[in-house]
């Protein structure tokens, strides 16, 4: 059974940064064809944030464009993402998602994805 487990959630003061990583187990030996970052705040919806395919092509929300950075390790299996000059907005739950179905869709929707993380909460001080 697929698990991805997320990390390195926290506390930060506005400006600050964070790194999330998110580590596969139970795999197999076909690589996810695609990985992604969402987060979702209270009352809100979870929302794409930051995705990357097998091929190494990444897109980012606009929120976050020129302030985060997602990369993976295929040999490891692992999804980082770096987070520079963080806003109080960006406060929420992070998820790490990934599925293996080969199509483009829509990276930042949630039906994209079949696998998902339990979340790691970031916050951010004004």
């Known amino acids: 059974q697929v698990q991805l487990v997320e990390s390195g959630g926290g506390s930060v003061q506005a400006g600050g940064s964070l790194s999330l990583s998110c580590a596969a187990s139970?795999?197999?030996?076909?690589?996810?064809?695609?990985m992604g970052w969402f987060r979702q705040a209270p009352g809100k919806e979870r929302e794409g944030v930051a995705s990357?395919?097998?091929?190494?092509?990444?897109r980012y929300a606009d929120s976050v464009k020129g302030r985060f950075t997602i990369s993976k390790d295929n040999a490891k299996i692992t999804l980082s993402l770096q987070m520079n000059s963080l806003k109080p907005e960006d406060t929420a739950m992070y998820y790490c998602?990934?599925?293996?179905?080969?199509?483009?869709?829509?990276?930042?929707?949630?039906?994209?994805?079949?696998?998902w993380g339990q979340g790691t909460q970031v916050t951010v001080s004004s």
């Open positions: 998602a990934a599925d293996w179905r080969r199509y483009g869709g829509d990276w930042f929707s949630t039906m994209r994805y079949n696998y």
């Open positions: 139970g795999y197999t030996d076909s690589p996810f064809y695609i």
């Open positions: 990357t395919n097998i091929d190494g092509y990444t």
